[in-house]
């Protein structure tokens, strides 16, 4: 595998060489020096379009336990000067010898275009609406660690604004890849314009599925979405799609909570439930750092052998 | 032999990085060691390691994957026969270590799970074969960032030879002289399934006796 | 033009809205002097295997000048116009200024007048584009502007449509054209909403909105009796909705672009900008419906939309890059590969959507779209309808490279290309 731009680039099996190979990372992440020499001489470039300190460092971190260079390169995309083509910014950084470029831009498909211009391997590190594969496995590794490697029948419900949310396009695919059933729960106006080619179903009313779940995922909500007419106020949205405490009582007991955080709490999830018995979410942030190990890993030091 | 012999097998020395082996078909030349010779090899290397430390008691048995874990508890069960107690026992993955990386396909073979803190223990290192001492090279940079053993040491069931390293084992069971292009193959009843056995194939010359069924694609040994 | 040269194409067969006939054509002075067989003498063009036809006229092109001048010029547009078998262009007021202004209008007809293909200029029915105040359109008309368009913008407002389709009325042979796509529903969005856009993140334009827009302006057009063209129509609905108004009688047009005919919103899936168009490339069915539009006689032309953008423009994201794709040399052999090979059109049908209907709507009858007869003016194309070839964005002779077509091998080429009299292409090759 060159590029990780898409869950679609590791297809079932590639996912799950992907999570046991990030085990191997939980392991080096949690020993008093957890760093391994693996990446010594490789440099891996951070190149973020859009602010997103958490997954960068993230990133970085994962790149440093590998004993890898880094060098990040953030650009408030007010700055980038009219006429300089992200072809020209990705020219420039490759000349500087880059072996990975993890990429983070508001655009669908910017890791694609940057791929075409270098012979680095990328990751997409969220572009636009279209996909966050790292979130996918990482929430992968956490479900795995509570749920065993197999999610045959498992009945996940992602919740909230899926039309905008590259979180919930990775999730579906790689949940759906592992055997997982998917609901996706939220007014039809945060759903996607045509579900044609999603291996999910949509719910209208968070309270016809909730006792019925094993997992409940909420999306967060950008508080923005209420000027642009998507919904009528966040205590509307609030009251009929957070996970309150009164709803969370109607959980199985054994169901997880999860979220890709940063969470608005109080909005799509009550304090007390984040921080409750189910919520799983500290978990997904510790293990973003050992699935970007993998995944740079893979890409860089394995050879080559994941899919 | 079983079929399983050639199937179970997985590399960490792979045949296409250390040496430059022979590209053709293997046979068999000979069954160097039975399952009976390779249970007495493990238990003299265990009563070595508890002469050679004075005692089981601040030794570390570590397993470099993927056949040393299973060499590691065989040695603890035999010494916990004969000396009562139970010594710790580990394993190690060297991926992230090796000084090959990039040039080949590189997987981690095992989780690393080391049982114990090694500060001032003697560790053991156990592995199948000894060949060009890459393997233990790269074992020793990942033993330094898990601690600081009093001392380090190595056992392992076949020595045979071609040393690119200054590396030589504390411990051995068979010293097996061997061709670059012959390959020696272990079989572990709880890893390859079968009856245990170490076996040296090579080239077919056409000598009479010579075992005509081909051989796989290199063992952990070659 | 070409003075007292005389040239003789030879041994094809001519082909215009009155029919089919194997005929050498003599050209002199600028016209057809002679239509028959056994001509020789001047210079002669070989015909042979090919059809001779009226030059090609395209309602829909961006020259890019002025203000974008890296992309395309008038110069490099009307050689690309000319390979691809043109005679006439209608160059749209999308440009920096925006052509609504007599004094802009005046300079892009001087800068066009002269140049290997007949530049015509559309201009702006509202000032700046801006859908607000009607632009100065009877000065413009007295430059000899027909075609008026806010294109790239659509009038949204339609208080502001109406007034300019009444105002159009005192403009004998105006045609108010529109970019059917209503911005509040189209707004933000890239590609054609649907399965692709859903799966690829990228925000969508629904075919709602060019489908609101075409049915309010027909009703626009029964409301003030002025006549209303829709630029690239590419929904099935709009193509349904202007057949209706058709039989209704009322004075509505369209064109389609060869995009909207060969390619869907499957394209996008590579997130290659170079396949970002307004109004975008839509579904299998939408496709489907463009050709049965053409083929029934509900669009009147086929129009390319050539819409160069240098290629740093294009090294964007998908959602960053400007619209717009290259046109004017592949859309002839796009129409006979995609629709006469097939049997959708006739080669005759074909070439009216391409010549004599398009003429007639721009206005320019008289001089461009045939027929092929002694007296008229010498506008011609020679077609070669079974060379195949393939596009190579490299060897383009428009200026930009945005071709969504490269490496796509197409049947039917034109040989030659004769404006005025003068051989401007000769054996695919532009002459100056």
């Keep these: 595998m060159k590029h990780l731009l898409s869950i679609d680039d590791l297809g079932r099996d590639g996912i799950e060489e992907m999570l046991s190979l990030a085990e191997n ?33 993230s990133f970085e971190t994962a790149a440093k336990r590998l004993s890898a260079d880094t060098m990040s390169f953030t650009v408030a995309s ?25 990429v983070r831009h508001s655009s669908a498909g910017a890791p694609h275009r940057v791929a075409s211009w270098t012979d680095a391997s990328v990751v997409n590190a969220g572009d636009g609406r279209h996909e966050h594969p790292t979130q996918a496995l990482l929430d992968l590794l956490t479900l795995r660690t509570h749920r065993g490697p197999a999610l045959d029948g498992l009945h ?27 609901t996706l729960v939220g007014p039809p106006t945060l759903m996607p314009e045509s579900l044609e080619g999603w291996p999910a179903r949509v719910v209208y009313d968070l309270d016809d599925v909730i006792g019925n779940l094993d997992v409940v995922y909420l999306l967060r909500i950008q508080l923005e979405r209420q000027s642009e007419a998507l919904f009528p106020s966040l205590r509307e949205y609030t009251a009929r799609y957070a996970l309150t405490a009164a709803r969370a009582k109607r959980l199985r007991p054994d169901a997880l909570v999860m979220a890709p955080g940063p969470i608005n709490r109080g909005v799509e999830i009550a304090a007390e439930v984040a921080d409750g018995p189910a919520s799983v979410i500290t978990e997904q942030v510790a293990n973003g750092v050992a699935v970007r190990m993998a995944v740079l890993w893979s890409l860089l030091g394995s050879g080559g052998s994941i899919v | 032999m079983p079929a399983q012999f050639d199937a179970a097998r997985t590399s960490r020395d792979d045949p296409a990085s250390d040496r430059v082996g022979t590209g053709g078909a293997l046979v068999l030349r000979t069954r160097v060691l039975d399952a009976d010779d390779v249970r007495r090899a493990l238990i003299r290397i265990a009563h070595e390691v508890v002469e050679r430390n004075h005692g089981p008691d601040d030794v570390v048995l570590v397993g470099l994957y993927t056949r040393g874990p299973a060499i590691a508890r065989r040695l603890a069960g035999a010494i916990e026969q004969f000396e009562g107690v139970a010594v710790p026992v580990g394993a190690l993955d ?45 074992a020793l940079d990942a033993l330094t960032e898990l601690g600081r053993p009093r001392a380090v040491q190595f056992a392992v069931l076949v020595d045979r030879g ?19 292009s012959e390959d020696v193959r272990v079989q572990l009843s709880e890893i390859d399934g079968g009856v245990d056995g170490i076996e040296l194939w090579g080239p077919d010359t056409g000598m009479p006796g010579s075992d005509a069924r081909s051989g796989g694609s290199g063992g952990s040994g070659r | 033009m070409s003075d007292g040269a005389e040239i003789v194409i030879r041994g094809g067969v001519v082909v215009d809205a009155g029919g089919e006939r194997t005929a050498d054509v003599r050209v002199r002075d600028g016209l057809v002097v002679e239509v028959g067989s056994g001509l020789r003498g001047g210079r002669e063009l070989d015909a042979s295997g090919c059809f001779v036809a009226p030059g090609l006229v395209d309602l829909h092109v961006h020259l890019r000048e002025p203000g974008d001048e890296e992309a395309e ?15 006439a262009v209608v160059a749209m007021p999308n440009t920096d200024p925006p052509l609504d202004d007599a004094a802009v209008v005046a300079a892009v007809l001087a800068r066009g007048a002269g140049s290997t293909c007949d530049v015509v200029s559309s201009a702006c029915i509202t000032k700046g584009r801006a859908g607000v105040e009607l632009a100065p359109m009877g000065e413009l008309y007295g430059l000899g502007v027909r075609l008026f368009t806010d294109d790239g913008n659509c009038v949204a407002d339609a208080g502001v449509m109406r007034r300019a389709l009444e105002y159009a009325r005192s403009l004998p042979g105006a045609v108010v054209a529109q970019h059917a796509e209503d911005p509040a529903l189209a707004r933000g969005g890239h590609m054609h909403e649907g399965a692709w856009s859903s799966r690829l993140g990228i925000p969508g334009r629904p075919a709602a909105a060019e489908d609101l827009i075409v049915t309010r302006d027909i009703e626009l057009a029964a409301l003030t009796g002025a006549a209303v063209h829709f630029l690239h129509v590419s929904s099935a ?47 299998r069915a939408d496709v489907d419906a463009i050709k049965v539009g053409l083929a029934d006689g509900t669009i009147d032309a086929i129009a390319t939309d050539h819409a160069p953008h240098t290629p740093e423009a294009k090294e964007r994201t998908f959602e960053e890059a400007p619209p717009g794709m290259l046109g004017l040399e592949t859309a002839l052999a796009l129409t006979l590969t995609e629709l006469v090979e097939p049997g959708v059109l006739t080669l005759a049908d074909a070439l009216a959507l391409l010549s004599w209907r398009p003429a007639a709507l721009a206005g320019i009858a008289h001089r461009h779209g045939g027929p092929v007869a002694a007296g008229r003016p010498a ?54």
């Design chain 3, 73 to 87: 010029t008038i110069d490099t547009g009307a050689r690309a116009a000319a390979r691809g078998g043109f005679t």
């Design chain 1, 78 to 102: 007010s700055s980038v000067k009219k006429g300089e083509s992200l072809r020209d910014t990705v020219q420039t950084i490759e000349a500087m010898g880059v072996d990975a470029m993890v």
């Design chain 3, 379 to 432: 506008n011609l194309c020679v077609i070669d309808p079974a060379a195949t070839w393939e596009v190579d964005p490299g060897r383009l002779a428009s200026r930009a490279r945005n071709t969504p077509y490269g490496g796509r091998k197409l049947t039917g080429r034109v040989r030659h290309t004769v404006l005025w009299g003068e051989p401007v292409v000769v054996d695919t090759e532009a002459q100056r």
């Design chain 3, 237 to 283: 609905r709009a193509v349904d909705m202007v057949r209706e108004a058709k039989a209704r009688g009322l004075p509505v047009s369209a064109e389609a672009a060869p995009h909207h005919f060969t390619l869907t919103h499957a394209a996008c899936a590579g997130f290659d900008p170079l396949f970002k168009v307004h109004p975008p490339l839509r579904t």
């Design chain 2, 94 to 138: 060297v991926a992230f270590y090796r000084d090959d990386i990039g040039l080949r396909r590189i997987q981690p073979l095992g989780p690393t799970q080391i049982p114990v803190d090694i500060t001032g223990k003697v560790v053991v290192l156990v592995d199948d074969v000894l060949y060009t001492g890459r393997t233990a090279r790269s």
């Design chain 1, 156 to 182: 996940v419900g992602i919740v909230g604004d899926v039309r905008h949310s590259r979180v919930a396009h990775s999730d579906v695919k790689a949940f759906h890849a592992l055997g997982a059933d998917i």
């Design chain 2, 162 to 180: 071609h040393r690119e390293l200054p590396i030589r084992a504390d411990f051995v069971g068979k010293n097996l002289p061997t061709a670059e």
């Design chain 1, 25 to 57: 990372f939980v392991e080096v992440t949690r020993r008093d020096i957890p760093k391994v020499p693996a990446l010594r001489g490789k440099t891996v470039v951070s190149l973020f379009y859009e602010d997103s300190t958490r997954t960068r460092l």
